[in-house]
């Protein structure tokens, strides 16, 4: 079972930037959907953004929410997914895990978490007006 631990998050101020890091091991994220979510308080957990594994592309999907505004990527030598994000705001607010898929692709069910079966520990993002 992939163990993933999510670190980055923190405190920022509206239009702030943040970068989170999810870190594999036992597994390589480079052969496998990777996927962000968060959860506000109050709210269900929501698909954020997913890459593909190498063999397939590595295309990305992003919620249209955060289309424009946030990145993800994949450094394999590290075995670390990434979540760029830009130009915060408040709505941001929320945890962000990182999750693994059992497949390769990225479909139509990226932003399901039924999709995903092992997931970070979270790490808290808040951004204030």
């Known amino acids: 079972q992939v163990q993933l631990v999510e670190s980055g998050g923190g405190s920022v101020q509206a239009g702030g930037s943040l970068r989170l890091s999810c870190a594999a091991s036992?597994?390589?994220?480079?052969?496998?959907?990777m996927g962000w979510f968060r959860q506000a308080p109050g709210k269900e957990r929501e698909g954020v953004a997913a890459?593909?594994?190498?063999?397939?592309?590595?295309?990305?999907r992003y919620a249209d929410s955060v289309t424009g505004r946030f990145t993800i990527s994949r450094d394999n030598a590290k075995n670390t997914v990434y979540l760029q994000l830009n130009s915060l705001k408040v709505e941001d607010t929320a945890i962000y895990y990182c999750?693994?898929?059992?497949?390769?692709?990225?479909?139509?069910?990226?932003?399901?978490?039924?999709?995903?079966?092992?997931w970070g520990q979270g790490t808290q993002v808040t951004v204030s007006s």
């Open positions: 999750a693994a898929t059992p497949g390769l692709a990225c479909g139509g069910s990226w932003s399901s978490l039924a999709a995903y079966n092992d």
């Open positions: 036992t597994y390589h994220v480079s052969r496998k959907c």
């Open positions: 890459i593909s594994a190498v063999s397939v592309g590595a295309a990305t």
